[in-house]
């Protein structure tokens, strides 16, 4: 398999897990990630969760009380080494509530192992991005 | 080389990028990263930075701003797969700025890649803990 062709595969991996969330349906993202007791969740302000039980009951609450989201995705950057993927990416999201239609950007991090020639999500990091210019920090800068 | 002793080695990567950090000086850093285009860094609150030259910037502004930061490591996750790894943690954060003391939490994700027998970071992401209950989430429940 070329280079090419794995972060293709990569790339319709990342893709299957936007239109799991998208779906709003826990079986779909089961789908998706790997079933183990490693992989680790931090979904935008949330700390970190750790083991396919707590990730997926986080996707549980998320579905439940979401109407529809749709993400759109730029600044895709995909890295493949052996059967390891992490994708860093820029999700434009836009959610629908029932009061109206909001824009936000998410900034997120996936990490993709392959098993069985299969690339499954094992880390899916989000963080928001503040209302501020492309460069302005938000800590740090004291 | 044994799978204990790798993941022991990333342990060290990842308190190198830490101490880099504590000390202000880009020099420091400079020694953590991999000098490559493909390094990626999302600061807290900030967009995704793509490229060497860009990331060191950020340091340089970071550390030109900073009094004095001081990071305390917990639940430190290390994945190792083959020339790659991935350090999930939450950074325990003490400023120490010119009016005071604060305290802040960070869930960082940080990817090393090994070159020559060094791991070394090619992609930094951290996100602000909201002020929350542990399962509290920020965005996603409407």
């Avoid at 070329?2 to 293709?8: G, M």
């Avoid at 991996?13 to 779909?28: D, I, M, P, V």
């Avoid at 079933?35 to 680790?40: D, G």
């Avoid at 994708?87 to 900034?107: A, F, K, L």
């Amino acid at each position: 398999m070329t280079p090419a062709s794995e972060s293709e595969d990569v790339r319709r991996a990342n893709e299957s897990f936007y239109r799991a969330f998208e779906s709003l349906q826990t079986k779909r993202m089961e789908d998706v990630w790997l079933h183990s007791v490693r992989v680790q969740c931090t979904h935008p302000g949330w700390r970190r969760l750790l083991g396919y039980a707590a990730v997926m009951e986080s996707w549980e609450r998320i579905f439940e009380n979401t109407f529809k989201m749709v993400f759109d995705l730029t600044a895709v950057e995909i890295s493949v080494a052996g059967n390891v993927a992490w994708v860093v990416c820029t999700e434009n999201i836009t959610s629908h509530t029932y009061d109206g239609v909001s824009r936000s950007q998410v900034e997120a991090t996936n990490v993709f192992e392959r098993h069985e020639g299969c690339w499954r999500l094992v880390h899916h990091h989000g963080s928001p991005v503040a209302s501020l210019g492309p460069d302005e920090p938000t800590r740090h800068l004291q």
